[in-house]
């Protein structure tokens, strides 16, 4: 059963129509200017790093009790974005879960064009796997969005040249599948309070040079064995829904696992809705996906059971 907060805060969402004038600069702007006026959470400490010539954010809980470390990958359709509209939502992330992250500053279409968004992810990815406050064992991949999409390519890409894993990984509101084919873009096109698929359809507008069926852009059609535990949190009203759906019964046909999580009547990455009760309620559920995947082995010539 929804929240009286959701029904609230649902009738107040500026459902977007593919019939904007507003030029993609000017959304960009916009999104930035609002981003200005949302505080981080106060027990959550920030500090900025280039990291292999990239811009980075770190943000740590203010009494740290867990090793791992977050890398969070922004949505925003990949022409979108920054980390600075989604600090606040990344910095409740930590504060939530306990562990901090690193969100950082990839390159956007259709200025830099795709995949040098994912170039930059897996380059973070692998410089933080390489150092000895991150190891391996100690890193996971999350992401919204389009951001969401980025994890999965990412680990694709980690897994065909033989390198680092993350030791899990989660989405929100995943976008898998930039062909738009998913039956959700039609069942739920009146459900969904934010997106539409004829917004969607100008979105891809973006990317008319290049093919939206290759897997690196649409990691669904990318094979998919071999890849860590993932979390797939998906509200079902939004039209993104079947990606979620789909790529979890490929994952399930490739021998691997994804926990997924289908939220009632939620909408389009509504964890980023701060006085959302449902979205505490994601949050906690990330935190509860890592725990469990970051959970020590205990070895049986040390550790004694008792």
């Given at each position: 059963m929804p929240s009286e907060e959701s029904k609230s805060i649902r009738q107040h969402i500026h459902k977007e129509t593919g019939e904007s004038d507003t030029s993609l600069g000017e959304e960009r702007r916009a999104w930035i200017d609002y981003a200005k006026s949302q505080s981080t959470h106060p027990n959550v400490e920030l500090l900025s790093e280039i990291i292999d010539g990239i811009p980075c954010l770190w943000l740590t809980p203010s009494v740290r009790s867990k090793d791992s470390t977050i890398l969070y990958i922004h949505g925003g359709g990949l022409v979108d974005g920054a980390i600075i509209t989604h600090r606040e939502f990344v910095s409740r992330l930590v504060a939530e879960t306990g562990y901090r992250a690193l969100m950082i500053e990839y390159r956007l279409a259709p200025e830099h064009k795709f995949p040098a968004a994912l170039d930059d992810v897996v380059r973070v990815f692998e410089s933080l796997s390489t150092t000895e406050k991150s190891g391996e064992s100690q890193l996971i991949l999350g992401g919204d969005t389009s951001g969401g999409g980025l994890v999965i390519s990412a680990m694709v890409r980690l897994r065909k040249e033989n390198k680092k894993l993350p030791r899990c990984a989660f989405t929100i509101?995943?976008?898998?599948?930039?062909?738009?084919?998913?039956?959700?873009?039609?069942?739920?096109?009146?459900?969904?309070?934010?997106?539409?698929?004829?917004?969607?359809?100008?979105?891809?507008?973006?990317?008319?040079?290049?093919?939206?069926?290759?897997?690196?852009?649409?990691?669904?059609?990318?094979?998919?064995?071999?890849?860590?535990?993932?979390?797939?949190?998906?509200?079902?009203?939004?039209?993104?829904?079947?990606?979620?759906?789909?790529?979890?019964?490929?994952?399930?046909?490739?021998?691997?696992?994804?926990?997924?999580?289908?939220?009632?009547?939620?909408?389009?990455?509504?964890p980023m809705y701060s006085t959302l009760p449902e979205a505490a309620e994601a949050l906690r559920e990330i935190g509860a996906f890592i725990d469990k995947n970051t959970m020590k082995v205990p070895n049986p010539s040390t550790d004694i059971a008792h």
């Open positions: 509101s995943g976008v898998f599948d930039m062909t738009l084919s998913g039956n959700s873009m039609e069942s739920r096109n009146d459900l969904d309070p934010c997106l539409s698929h004829e917004a969607l359809i100008a979105w891809t507008k973006h990317f008319a040079d290049q093919d939206l069926s290759d897997e690196h852009i649409s990691p669904l059609f990318a094979a998919l064995q071999d890849l860590p535990p993932i979390l797939l949190q998906v509200g079902d009203h939004e039209v993104w829904l079947d990606d979620s759906l789909r790529f979890k019964k490929k994952i399930d046909g490739s021998k691997g696992y994804a926990k997924l999580s289908v939220w009632e009547s939620m909408w389009h990455v509504w």
